[in-house]
């Protein structure tokens, strides 16, 4: 059975030649590893073994983060409400998928209210297609 230090060095391994592959530099290619059902012991192995970024949706996400803490920066995936943005901003350092102008400019309130700028990728639908959240 693989560790999870085996599995990550592989990853890593197939990140950077896919990205010289592209002619990218690997360096500029970043891990989110997903952390939605594991415990909190494969969490701290998976830190241990280099991951950096670890992202989670809401649920569970933020007694998950309380007891490991800030040694990786934390992501938030997934479908995020506006009433959460006030927890949002406090416990993540970045969040994936900001679809709509109510919830940035929630986010921008908060993040405002903490002294902080909130780091955001923006999810735009270019092909107007009907989006089903299924998280």
Do not use: C
């Amino acid at each position: 059975m693989s560790t999870i230090k085996e599995n990550l060095l592989r990853v890593m391994e197939r990140i950077e030649k896919a990205a010289r592959k592209a002619g990218r530099d690997p360096k500029e290619v970043k891990l989110v590893a997903v952390s939605k059902t594991v415990e909190v012991a494969r969490i701290k192995e998976a830190i241990g073994a280099g991951v950096t970024i670890l992202a989670k949706i809401m649920y569970r996400g933020p007694k998950k983060i309380e007891e490991i803490g800030k040694p990786v920066s934390w992501h938030f995936i997934g479908h995020l409400q506006s009433n959460k943005a006030k927890y949002a901003v406090r416990l993540f350092d970045m969040i994936h998928s900001v679809d709509s102008i109510p919830l940035a400019e929630e986010l921008n309130r908060r993040a405002e209210q903490a002294g902080q700028v909130m780091k955001v990728m923006i999810e735009v639908n270019l092909s107007k297609e009907a989006l089903i959240w299924d998280g």
